[in-house]
């Protein structure tokens, strides 16, 4: 297996567990510091997120004639959902921008979801290498066991439009005495609820409490609207917990998590939580498995 290095372009919280493990299942080395570029012996760049400094890696690591991988976590937006990124539209056509011209200049792609692969095919050369790769996280398996009759949803992560979990509570809140729901909201975000049956965490989770929050939940809210792929989504079932995720077309080009390891939020989502109440030990393994066959990685993935 050639040396690689794996570069995380900007020091983030969120990424820094995933791209260090990362480097663990490749055999390489980890960094967050942009003068390893230089100094560091590697034969192959992996690029573990997006920023300026992105472009002059891959030039940089070229020029000592390095082969490049780079990980795309959100491709490519269209036109019409930069519109709706409103007062950070500049920020997201500056990532297209990098996305378009480092699709150019690199080795192979990697991307974390059939939709990803979709939309980075709309602006990457047609020669060039992808490789659809589960996340980089470690297989967190807990066994599920049945505590009470209540159903602990939670919802971890930012508020934002498009990652919102009021659209849910406001549309299912009044039922959730009547199905013994208790729902949990872990974020750092401004948060205004009414209901007993609601209970809000507002801190930073490390990532161990990341973790320990869904073990110690019975399904993992994620209302993403169009990204490419989620880290909670891709934890809770490595831990074996299935999801409520939204009908929207991120989630069509994937195997089918609706009914099998997880909900989809639509016209028919009580009979279907009803039916997942009676199934709940199933739903739990069938999460996990979904996670062995859909997100498991490979260092196979990050090869030249």
Same mark, same amino acid.
């Given at each position: 297996?050639?040396?690689?290095?794996?570069?995380?372009? @900007? #020091?983030?919280?969120?990424?820094? &567990?995933?791209?260090?493990?990362?480097?663990?299942?490749?055999?390489?080395?980890?960094?967050?510091?942009?003068?390893?570029?230089?100094? #560091?012996?590697?034969?192959?760049?992996?690029?573990?997120?997006?920023?300026? @400094?992105?472009?002059?890696?891959?030039?940089?690591?070229?020029?000592?004639?390095?082969?490049? %991988?780079?990980?795309?976590?959100?491709?490519?937006?269209?036109?019409?959902?930069? !519109?709706?990124?409103?007062?950070?539209?500049? #920020?997201?056509? !500056?990532?297209?921008? %990098?996305?378009?011209?480092?699709?150019?200049?690199? /080795? @192979? &792609?990697?991307?974390?979801?059939?939709?990803?692969?979709?939309?980075?095919? #709309?602006? &990457?050369?047609? /020669?060039?290498?992808?490789?659809?790769?589960?996340?980089?996280?470690? /297989?967190?398996?807990?066994?599920?066991? %049945?505590k009470s009759k209540k159903i602990k949803i939670s919802y971890l992560g930012s508020i934002t439009q498009f990652k919102n979990p009021y659209i849910f509570i406001n549309k299912y809140s009044k039922y959730f005495e009547k199905y013994n729901i208790e729902y949990h909201i872990y974020s750092e975000s401004k948060i205004i609820v009414n209901n007993k049956n609601i209970y809000v965490h507002k801190k930073r989770l490390s990532d161990q409490e990341f973790i320990d929050a869904i073990k110690s939940s019975d399904l993992i809210h994620v209302p993403h609207i169009f990204c490419t792929q989620s880290g909670v989504l891709v934890r809770s079932f490595s831990v074996g917990r299935p999801v409520i995720i939204n009908n929207t077309e991120n989630y069509n080009h994937e195997n089918k998590i609706d009914g099998v390891c997880g909900i989809i939020d639509d016209e028919y989502f009580l009979e279907k939580f009803i039916n997942y109440t009676k199934k709940r030990k199933i739903f739990s393994l069938m999460a996990h498995r979904y996670y062995k066959d859909n997100f498991k990685l490979k260092h196979e993935y990050y090869e030249i």
């Open positions: 297996m050639k040396k690689s290095l794996v570069f995380l372009t @900007k #020091k983030n919280f969120n990424l820094y &567990a995933d791209s260090k493990y990362l480097s663990q299942i490749v055999g390489g080395v980890f960094s967050d510091n942009f003068n390893d570029i230089f100094t #560091k012996q590697y034969e192959i760049l992996i690029i573990y997120n997006t920023s300026l @400094k992105s472009l002059l890696a891959i030039l940089f690591s070229k020029l000592r004639e390095k082969k490049v %991988i780079y990980c795309f976590h959100e491709p490519f937006y269209s036109f019409e959902e930069l !519109v709706q990124w409103k007062l950070k539209f500049f #920020k997201y056509l !500056v990532v297209n921008s %990098i996305h378009f011209f480092s699709c150019r200049l690199i /080795n @192979k &792609a990697v991307v974390f979801s059939n939709y990803g692969y979709k939309k980075l095919k #709309k602006i &990457a050369p047609k /020669n060039l290498n992808i490789s659809i790769s589960g996340l980089p996280y470690e /297989n967190n398996f807990s066994e599920y066991k %049945i």
